[in-house]
């Protein structure tokens, strides 16, 4: 991750669907260094999968350039680009084995024949499937063609490894631990790779680098904790995490005044004017009454509980203040004298200015 | 139970129109022919062993299965092309070319194999133009032969070809031929590698229904045949209405049917294969 110049490098990528008044990507540009896990995070439709299938050549983009490494691959069809694929359904052939799958790809790189059967075990090894070399797709369970699926992509030792939402087909409890087997082999073979997702977890869990996408465009591209505490756009704060929204007007020295007469201290450089704030449920404390607040928490707000949702870890007290409906995410064993307090109580609340992630008014 | 009721009307079609004749037909082919060529109520096989006994009766199977047999695979294997380009066609043509590849089956048959004449006769167009380039004196035979019988099967053929590929080829998944793309499989080996094998239940299935549609084809014999043309269609018809040896006309029909409902039954056993792999 060190080298200068990136292995992946995306410029200015068009891509329109027929019928479509929009772009499905807008021109899209970014870097990716060599060894690197990219997540293009976003909701459906943001036109991700379809950066992901024109840079694996089963799209063309209108313009643009992709290049890997310092071979520009834009116009080669995708049996030339040498990239491994992991398709959202797995797609694996359905008339040949697991190590007939993983060898599929070795005989269509050109790999002599008796080295082919030795090279897929020792893919299907890597995933720990070996036992499974002889078994059909459809005699093995999600989380096994998963990972056969995988093996297939990784045997050709390709240039790039594309997972297209690797996870989405997996049950909710496989997922984590598929997550973590995926990012620690792609971390062991040093693989660059770029991987589609909607769920925000999965790509802060996983990626060194996020591309947040939204409407065909990158709203953000960088390290996960960059996306989440310091998100770009108002777009990012939003998707990526939850926040309750403040409203209210900027003044002079970064105070946010809403309209309910609360004076927020931020830590805004923008105009004057009307903005959004973002406030982030587990950046909130719950001060105990006649508690001081503790030094750098420079925004205090008297606020009456509304709604408490106890869920065992975690506790999210709803409360209403002047500066609109603010959620504390406390832990429930550590945080905060919050077991007295009822719907209805008299409660304050303590955050940084650095906290609120403030955004002109849309 | 209502939906018994409601089969009613057509089971009762069915039985009247379909299975009262064919058990007429099989009573028929009981009878016995007399020296001078008469019909004679009997319950006897004489007709049967007397077909099966007859050489001519084994050249005519033979004719019949190797014309629907080639007919039926060209169908297929030139259908196939046009399944394809149906289904990697966007949602909105699809429907459309669909439709165009079975748009054969809306025109008369007859007026099909007529316009095949016009095409393949020695005055026909191909003639016309052969002759008139210099390539060719005398005009090449085209019809009144096996070769015209062929051409006039398998075009017929085509379209069911299109429709049960189609069917088959909806189920393969073209993630499948993209996967083998970027493993580094070029379009002619994704094809033979991938999409062939998969496809290969389609295919025979499509085989198996168009062989049966070529072996009772009559009109298409008859007409393109000239007469010069034996399989087993155009020769019940002989036999009846000709020699008017209605038990031999009968039995061979019984033949004929019995055969198609074996082949049918392979095609049953195919269909259970594929919904079993699926």
Redesign the interface.
């Known amino acids: 991750m060190s080298q200068s110049s990136p292995h992946l490098r995306l410029e200015q990528l068009v891509r329109h669907y027929?019928g479509a008044a929009a772009p499905a990507v807008d021109r899209i540009s970014l870097d990716l260094p060599r060894g690197a896990l990219l997540a293009l995070l976003g909701p459906s439709g943001c036109g991700k999968t379809t950066t992901l299938r024109m840079i694996?050549?089963?799209e063309k983009p209108e313009s643009g350039r992709i290049l890997v490494g310092d071979r520009d691959v834009t116009a080669l069809?995708?049996?030339?680009?040498?990239?491994?694929?992991v398709?959202q359904?797995y797609?694996?052939?359905?008339?040949m084995t697991s190590v007939g799958n993983v060898a599929?790809?070795l005989e269509?790189?050109g790999v002599a024949r008796a080295e082919r059967g030795p090279r897929a075990l020792a893919a299907l090894e890597l995933v720990g499937l070996s036992g499974f070399a002889q078994r059909k797709p459809r005699q093995l369970s999600g989380g096994q063609q998963q990972r056969v699926a995988l093996a297939?992509?990784l045997a050709?030792e390709p240039d790039l490894l594309?997972l297209d939402e690797p996870l989405s087909a997996l049950d909710a409890k496989l997922r984590e631990g598929v997550r973590d087997e995926i990012r620690a082999l792609q971390q062991r073979l040093g693989t660059t790779a770029v991987f589609v997702t909607h769920d925000q977890t999965e790509a802060l869990a996983m990626a060194d680098l996020v591309a947040v996408m939204n409407a065909g465009k990158v709203e953000q591209l960088a390290a996960p904790e960059e996306i989440f505490e310091r998100p770009a756009t108002r777009f990012v704060a939003t998707f990526v995490g939850r926040a309750a929204r403040i409203q209210g007007r900027l003044e002079a020295g970064g105070v946010l005044r809403t309209e309910g007469g609360a004076a927020l201290r931020t830590h805004s450089s923008l105009a004057a004017g009307p903005v959004e704030a973002f406030l982030r449920p587990h950046r909130v404390r719950l001060l105990a009454p006649g508690e001081a607040a503790p030094t750098g928490m420079a925004n205090v707000l008297d606020a009456t509980l509304a709604r408490r949702v106890y869920t065992g870890e975690i506790v999210a007290l709803e409360a209403n203040t002047p500066a609109g409906v603010i959620t504390a995410e406390l832990h429930a064993g550590t945080d905060g004298p919050w077991r007295e307090l009822q719907p209805g109580s008299p409660m304050r609340l303590a955050f940084r200015d650095t906290d609120l992630l403030v955004f002109p008014a849309p | 139970m209502i939906g018994w009721l409601l089969a009613l009307p057509a089971l009762g079609v069915m039985g009247l129109a379909f299975l009262w004749p064919l058990a007429m037909l099989f009573r028929i082919s009981l009878n016995r022919t007399t020296e001078t060529g008469a019909m004679e109520v009997a319950v006897t096989g004489e007709s049967y062993t007397r077909l099966l006994g007859d050489e001519f009766t084994w050249e005519l199977i033979g004719n019949t299965l190797g014309l629907s047999g080639t007919s039926a695979a060209i169908a297929v294997a030139m259908a196939l092309p046009v399944a394809l380009m149906i289904r990697a066609a966007s949602p909105r043509w699809r429907g459309l070319l669909a439709l165009l590849a079975i748009a054969p089956l809306l025109v008369s048959g007859t007026a099909r194999l007529v316009g095949w004449m016009a095409i393949l006769g020695d005055q026909g167009m191909i003639n016309v133009v052969l002759r008139w380039v210099g390539l060719t004196d005398a005009p090449i035979r085209m019809i009144n032969n096996w070769t015209g019988v062929r051409v006039g099967l398998m075009e017929s053929l085509m379209p069911y070809a299109v429709l049960v590929l189609l069917a088959g080829l909806g189920r393969l998944d073209s993630r499948l031929e993209e996967a083998a793309a970027t493993l580094g499989a070029n379009r002619f080996r994704t094809f033979i590698r991938v999409t062939l094998p998969l496809a290969a239940p389609a295919l025979l299935a499509a085989w198996l229904l168009t062989l049966v549609l070529g072996i009772s084809a009559f009109i298409t014999p008859r007409l393109m045949g000239g007469g010069r043309v034996f399989v087993l269609a155009t020769e019940i018809y002989n036999l009846a209405l000709e020699s008017v040896d209605w038990p031999a006309a009968a039995a061979m029909a019984m033949l004929l049917l019995g055969g198609l409902i074996l082949l049918m039954l392979l095609r049953g056993g195919v269909g259970w294969l594929q919904g079993k792999r699926a």
């Open positions: 027929a694996a050549g089963l069809p995708p049996h030339k680009r040498h990239m491994g694929v398709f359904s797609a694996l052939f359905p008339h599929f790809g269509m790189q297939r992509a050709i594309l």
